[in-house]
T-cell receptor, first 114, second 110 residues
Framework: EADIYQTPRYLVIGTGKKITLECSQT?????MYWYQQDPGMELHLIHYSYGVNSTEKGDLSSESTVSRIRTEHFPLTLESARPSHTSQYLC?????????????FGNGTRLTVT | AQRVTQPEKLLSVFKGAPVELKCNYSYSGSPELFWYVQYSRQRLQLLLRHISRESIKGFTADLNKGETSFHLKKPFAQEEDSAMYYCALSAPGSARQLTFGSGTQLTVLP
């Protein structure tokens, strides 16, 4: 079934560790996004990609990095996790058609850095 | 820069009562507006978009350019409407897609 998958759902990790949040979609979408959301707050775009080997930073500055080597895969990496990185991270994808296409979201990864 | 404001973090209504979730935006041009919804234990999903002029699950939203608003309305709320609702804006030509509001948690009481 065509969908967008995020793993893990929950992650608790110590300060200084390197982590990678996985996001994969089987919908054939060209556009993919990472949003960060603190509880009760708006979603902030931190990274987006319009295709393979294309990545851009979003509105919210983030120490994370992303890669897009394959259309279906858009992982997010933190080289050295800190407590300030504690948040929920949402991955999304959309068609690359003209105009604004609706976003399809994953279930999110809730990250806690101790 | 565009901005979306949802003034109510929490909103409670009784079943069968009308409900209106407010959304105001700041953008000088002609944006596209959306409402996304997240039900308990489900992922965020599109509810409706203003260019479609459609009613989804009994909800409608009208874009008021004079008041720069895109309020979400339903005449008779149901318990299953309880969820988190996000208003979102996309500026034409924007490479960064959607700007989201902070969301309104709607609770429909029995």
């Amino acid at each position: 079934e065509a969908d967008i998958y995020q793993t893990p759902r929950y992650l608790v990790i110590g300060t200084g560790k390197k982590i990678t949040l996985e996001c994969s979609q089987t919908m054939g979408h060209d556009k993919m996004y990472w949003y960060q959301q603190d509880p009760g707050m708006e979603l902030h775009l931190i990274h987006y990609s319009y295709g393979v080997n294309s990545t851009e930073k979003g509105d919210l500055s983030s120490e994370s990095t992303v890669s897009r080597i394959r259309t279906e895969h858009f992982p997010l990496t933190l080289e050295s996790a800190r407590p300030s990185h504690t948040s929920q991270y949402l991955c999304a994808s959309s068609d690359a058609g003209t105009g604004v296409s609706p976003l399809h979201f994953g279930n999110g990864t809730r990250l806690t850095v101790t | 820069a565009q901005r979306v404001t949802q003034p109510e973090k929490l909103l409670s209504v009784f079943k069968g009562a009308p409900v209106e979730l407010k959304c105001n935006y700041s953008y000088s041009g002609s944006p596209e507006l959306f409402w996304y919804v997240q039900y308990s234990r489900q992922r965020l999903q599109l509810l409706l978009r203003h260019i479609s002029r459609e009613s989804i699950k009994g909800f409608t939203a009208d874009l008021n350019k004079g008041e720069t608003s895109f309020h979400l309305k339903k005449p008779f709320a149901q318990e299953e409407d309880s969820a988190m609702y996000y208003c979102a804006l996309s500026a034409p030509g924007s490479a960064r897609q959607l700007t989201f509001g902070s969301g309104t948690q709607l609770t429909v009481l029995p």
